[in-house]
Antibody
Framework: EVQLLESGGGLVQPGGSLRLSCVAS????????MSWVRQAPGKGLEWVSG????????FDADSAKGRFTISRDNSKNTLYLQMDSLRVEDTAFYYC??????????????WGRGTLVTVSS | EVVLTQSPATLSLSPGERATLSCRAS??????LAWYQQKPGQAPRLLIY???NRATGIPARFSGSGSGTDFTLTISSLEPEDFAVYYC??????????FGGGTKVELK
C-alpha cells in the first residue's frame, strides 16, 4: 500500500522559511516523479513543483520560481520542499503527490494527507 | 498556461441520479486530462486519467469522455459516497500542470 506522510508545516511570519518533508513507502520511490500540490483553505488545487524520479529534473509553477526548491533523497524515500520568502498567499495545505511515471509528474496517482502552512504576522 | 473551466460550480442531485460534469480547456490538451474526487477533510483521489481510463479501484459508474478542449465526467448513478468536489487536471501543456476550479456535487 502506498503511503505518503508529510510533515514540517506550521505558522511562519511573512518573509520566513519552512522545509516540508514527505516520507514515502509501499512503492519504489526512485521509480516515480513526485510533486507538491497546494490548496488554500476553501479553495481549489494548485500544482507547485515537481521532480523526476532520479532528482535530476525539476519543474516549477511561476508562484514557486525563485522562492521554493523541490528536492528528494532516494536513499531515505523522502521528498522535500524548501520554501523561502514566504508570503501570506502561500498559506495552504501542501500535499505530496506521486506521479504516474519516472520522468514527469503528469497526473497524481496517490496523495498524502497534507500539512498546513500558515503565513501570518 | 492552459486554463481549465469547470461547470457547473455546483450540481444538486439525489442518490440514483446521473451526474454530468464539464471541463473546458482554453486550448487543446488532446487526451491528457484527469479527474479527481475530494471529500471534506481528505486529500484528492485520482478517478480517471487520460480522459477515460479509470484508476485502480474506481467503480465502473465513473466514466470520462471528450477530446481537445471539451471533457465530461459522468457518474451513472450517484451513490451516497459520491457527494464531493471534483477537479479536472491537464498534463498536455506544462509546466504548469493546471487544475480546474472544481464542481461540487451536493445532495438535493
Amino acid at each position: 500500500e502506498v503511503q505518503l506522510l508529510e510533515s514540517g508545516g506550521g505558522l511562519v511570519q511573512p518573509g520566513g522559511s519552512l522545509r516540508l518533508s514527505c516520507v514515502a513507502s509501499g512503492f519504489t520511490f526512485s521509480g516515480y516523479a513526485m510533486s507538491w500540490v497546494r490548496q488554500a483553505p476553501g479553495k481549489g488545487l494548485e500544482w507547485v513543483s515537481g521532480i523526476s524520479g532520479s532528482g535530476t529534473s525539476t519543474f516549477d509553477a511561476d508562484s514557486a520560481k525563485g522562492r521554493f526548491t523541490i528536492s528528494r533523497d532516494n536513499s531515505k524515500n523522502t521528498l522535500y520542499l524548501q520554501m523561502d520568502s514566504l508570503r501570506v498567499e502561500d498559506t495552504a495545505f501542501y500535499y505530496c503527490a506521486k506521479g504516474a511515471n519516472r520522468d514527469h509528474p503528469y497526473h497524481f496517482e496517490d496523495w498524502g494527507r497534507g500539512t498546513l502552512v500558515t503565513v501570518s504576522s | 498556461e492552459v486554463v481549465l473551466t469547470q461547470s457547473p460550480a455546483t450540481l444538486s442531485l439525489s442518490p440514483g441520479e446521473r451526474a454530468t460534469l464539464s471541463c473546458r480547456a482554453s486550448r487543446s490538451v488532446h487526451s491528457f486530462l484527469a479527474w479527481y474526487q475530494q471529500k471534506p477533510g481528505q486529500a484528492p483521489r485520482l478517478l480517471i486519467y487520460d480522459v477515460s481510463n479509470r484508476a485502480t479501484g474506481i467503480p465502473a459508474r465513473f466514466s470520462g469522455s471528450g477530446s481537445g478542449t471539451d471533457f465530461t465526467l459522468t457518474i451513472s448513478s450517484l451513490e451516497p459516497e459520491d457527494f464531493a468536489v471534483y477537479y479536472c487536471q491537464q498534463r498536455y501543456s506544462w509546466p504548469p500542470l493546471t487544475f480546474g476550479g472544481g464542481t461540487k456535487v451536493e445532495l438535493k
